[in-house]
């Protein structure tokens, strides 16, 4: 794994196709574009080949899905896997919500992902394991999450990142965990939206290491919430994601490096 990997990024400016929520989408589209990728949302089956064939990669985010979003995700998702392009799921909620776990279970059946990105409730209900989850959030269940997601890992034939105050990426066989961050982030919806995003912007610019440039997202995400925390005198969530932002425009690959909590 390395860091390098977002000065590739900054110098490639690779094309993000989201296929947003409509509660985060202007937080996703600044956050990818301080940190140097190049979004695009579409909500449009017409032009899904199109958006495809120009994006480096894709991030399907299931937060506020309609029956025609979730025709279009699945048309998205079967032309990124024609094309060769990577493919990111954010399961929003699916583990609150018995319909999205079953909209997630058809798409995961009609083409293949390279990442499924959630937090704990989500990443539980779709490796079938008893958690309690919480409409968005991770809620409170027990349980050990190097296993919770290395079983959906398994079963998606994918890498997984169950995020949370510790991040967990896994290929399945290989675990690797992030402790960088800062509580902040849960105080501002839309982080997980957000970390979705910048996995795929990072696998479009290492699609033959999907599970390296997955460490370095959560690295890089997490490291610059927990950098402008470190600055905070008080918990300010609004303040917190407009700092975000700026700090992803301007973070180094050495600042990173020299706080990565990563093993
Ligand atoms: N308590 C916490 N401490 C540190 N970082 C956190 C904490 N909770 C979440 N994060 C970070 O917030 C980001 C979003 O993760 P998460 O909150 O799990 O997603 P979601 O918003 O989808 O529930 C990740 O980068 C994760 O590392
Ligand atoms: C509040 C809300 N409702 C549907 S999607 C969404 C945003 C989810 O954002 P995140 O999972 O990143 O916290
Ligand atoms: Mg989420």
Known sequence: MTLQLLNTLRDQNPIVFNIANFVTVQDV??????????????????????????????CINMGTLTTQQVNQMAVVGKLANQYHKPVVLDPVAVGAVPYRKQVALDLLDKFSVDVIRGNAGEIAALADIDWQAKGIDAGAGQGDVVEIAKRCAQQFNCCVILSGPTDVITDGKRVAKVANGTPLFQLHVGSGDLLSSIVAAFAAVSPTAIYDAAQVACVVLAGAGELVASQMTAARPATFAIDLIDRLSLVSVQEIQAIAKLN
């Open 29 to 58: 589209a600044n956050g990818l574009n301080a940190l140097g990728a190049s979004p695009i949302m579409s909500a449009e089956v017409q032009e899904a080949e199109s958006m495809v064939q120009i994006a480096g990669a894709v």
